[in-house]
T-cell receptor
């Protein structure tokens, strides 16, 4: 089945530093990827939609200058948390849409394993 | 507004059957998804329904009634590893995913 990877899986950084998270679709091309964040015991919150070759679409309330998204190729999107602060500590998850599954053509969203960010 | 409702928590016994319900009110409908999420991990895809009826996939089945704005996830022969949160998500007319808060399923021996 379709696989999405994220790197790194864990990040601990000092306040004020920038952190880059990579999201890759390993066996399919993804023109669209999504970035979510999830706080403990809460549901997923969509941050932005990443489109290959164009600017990302950010959800209301998400600072685009704070969370930089680059979708450089059909298999790679990156999220950079700039000047991270403790309140940015969260679980960041990316996903990508595959249009083919083992059951035939079916649009399915596959998630990466997530990146846990802790800002001290 | 758009809304997805799921029970917050359910408890079931190993080997039994459990049904997790999801009701939705969204602007349009372009499919309903069920995901499983273990604590500390990302969600994994379970099922996708876009037409009314039951989709069976091994021990898991998902049902959809578009006229009622209702879906359920049925888990049979429960195993301890099924203890997780189950997320219902609906794709609206703009192809945006609207997420439920998730149902935490606790399996007891």
């Amino acid at each position: 089945g379709a696989v999405v990877s994220q790197h790194p899986s864990w990040v601990i950084c000092k306040s004020g530093t920038s952190v880059k998270i990579e999201c890759r679709s390993l066996d399919f091309q993804a023109t669209t990827m999504f970035w979510y964040r999830q706080f403990p015991k809460q549901s997923l919150m969509l941050m932005a939609t990443s489109n290959e070759g164009s600017k990302a679409t950010y959800e209301q309330g998400v600072e685009k200058d704070k969370f930089l998204i680059n979708h450089a190729s059909l298999t790679l999107s990156t999220l950079t948390v700039t000047s991270a602060h403790p309140e940015d500590s969260s679980f960041y998850i990316c996903s990508a849409i595959s249009f083919l599954t083992e059951r035939g053509p079916q649009e399915t969203q596959y998630f990466g394993p997530g990146t846990r960010l802790l800002v001290l | 507004g758009q809304n997805i409702d799921q029970p917050t928590e359910m408890t079931a016994t190993e080997g039994a059957i459990v049904q997790i319900n999801c009701t939705y009110q969204t602007s349009g409908f372009n499919g309903l998804f069920w995901y499983q999420q273990h604590a500390g991990e990302a969600p994994t895809f379970l099922s996708y329904n876009v037409l009314d009826g039951l989709e069976e996939k091994g021990r898991f089945s998902s049902f959809l009634s578009r006229s009622k704005g209702y879906s359920y996830l049925l888990l049979k022969e429960l195993q301890m590893k099924d203890s997780a949160s189950y997320l219902c998500a609906v794709r609206d007319q703009d192809y945006q995913l609207i997420w439920g808060a998730g149902t935490k399923l606790i399996i007891k021996p």
